[in-house]
């Protein structure tokens, strides 16, 4: 049962990156929490609210044009209707006509929700963003 749960979480995790990554934005809606919340990078500050979080992938995807994205070592934890992911990431991306190539470790936490797995909160850890 709980390998069933990881797996599920896991192809929560892939299903938001391949949404995204298509600029499919409206799409991950259903897979958000109203009040999700989103840390930024360094805990430096924090947004709250699902509009919030999906115009941040809205505007990255507006002004970046992502050329490779890899995602892998996906780890998850379940306790209860709770779980915690993470994997690590390695992007190259374009923007302003320069070209970075970010890395970093995803960490997402989701709450059970029928047969779903919702987004409450997420972070990025770990990021390392360089020209490319």
Known sequence: MQDA??????????????????????DLGPMVHPAVVMVFPGFTGRMQGRQEFLAGFQ???????????????????IAGDTAVATFQYEMVYERSGERYRSTGRDLWVFQSQGD?????????????????
Not at 61 to 75: L, T
Not at 118 to 124: E, G, K, S
């Open 59 to 77: 505007d990255f995807c507006e002004n970046a044009k992502v050329q490779e994205f890899r995602d892998h070592d996906h780890q998850s934890d």
């Open 116 to 132: 779903a797995w919702i987004a409450v909160w997420r972070t990025m850890l770990e990021v390392k963003e360089t020209a490319a």
């Open 5 to 26: 749960k990881q797996e599920a979480v896991t192809a929560t995790i892939r299903r938001i990156n391949r949404v995204w990554l298509e600029g499919q934005i409206e």
